[in-house]
């Protein structure tokens, strides 16, 4: 069956350094992945998206890489700030079904 | 712009009761509408996908169902309520098929209680 897995469910970070989270996947040919931010008692809102053939995508203080062989996402925050906190989905398109697969998400929480 | 918005924000049921969860889009055409749930400590589960006005796919098997009666809205219902019902309801829209990307918008989300 279809997996996916966020590294961890909870990270902690002090304010300035680089966040890393990791978004690993088995069974799925995906044409793309996604990266989300989701707010306490909010939905979660779209950062990122990155194509099968992407290694790389940037966005500001934002980098996600993609690699299909070893079939993992890094998603990378720098210079992270205290409102970097939120937790992180990523989520998968699969190339042959069209819906979205969501990871359970990392909690980052950045302190000063 | 687009929006989408969802009531109620909060709701509270027992059990047996029925449910009718509203989610209406704005600023768009022929989108693709989601309904997820989120329960405590878990990911996202999509419930219903719909590409159109009366298409509904249905991705878990449960008491829930989902109706489309008009472009821009979804509604999810339920004629009886389970304790497991309990979560975060979060609709969803994304550009159709032939749009660039698929990034998928969320509305702010119900959350629902079943007592």
């Known amino acids: 069956s279809q997996k996916i897995e966020q590294n961890s469910e909870a990270l902690n970070i002090q304010e300035g350094k680089t966040a890393t989270l990791t978004c690993n996947y088995t069974?799925?040919?995906?044409?793309?992945l996604q990266w989300y931010r989701q707010d306490p008692g909010r939905g979660p809102v779209f950062l990122l998206l990155i194509r099968e053939n992407e290694k790389e995508k940037r966005k500001e203080r934002l980098k996600v890489t993609f690699d299909t062989t070893l079939k993992q996402s890094l998603f990378h925050i720098t210079a992270s700030q205290p409102a970097d906190s939120a937790t992180y989905l990523c989520a998968l398109r699969s190339s042959t079904l069209g819906r979205l697969y969501f990871g359970r998400g990392t909690q980052l929480t950045v302190w000063p | 712009s687009q929006t989408i918005h969802q009531w109620p924000a909060t709701l509270v049921q027992p059990v047996g009761s029925p449910l009718s969860l509203e989610c209406t889009v704005e600023g768009t055409s022929n989108p693709n509408l989601y309904w997820y749930r989120q329960a405590a400590g878990r990911g996202l589960q999509l419930l219903f996908y719909?590409?159109?006005?009366?298409?509904i796919s249905s991705e878990v098997p449960q008491n829930l169902s989902a109706s489309r009666p008009q472009d821009r809205q979804f509604i999810l219902s339920s004629k009886k309520l389970l304790l497991s019902d309990s979560g975060f309801y979060l609709c969803?829209?994304?550009?159709?098929?032939?749009?660039?990307?698929?990034?998928?918008?969320f509305g702010p989300g119900t959350r629902l209680t079943v007592l």
């Open positions: 069974n799925y040919s995906p044409a793309y």
């Open positions: 969803a829209w994304s550009v159709g098929m032939r749009g660039r990307y698929n990034e998928q918008f």
């Open positions: 719909s590409v159109g006005i009366g298409q």
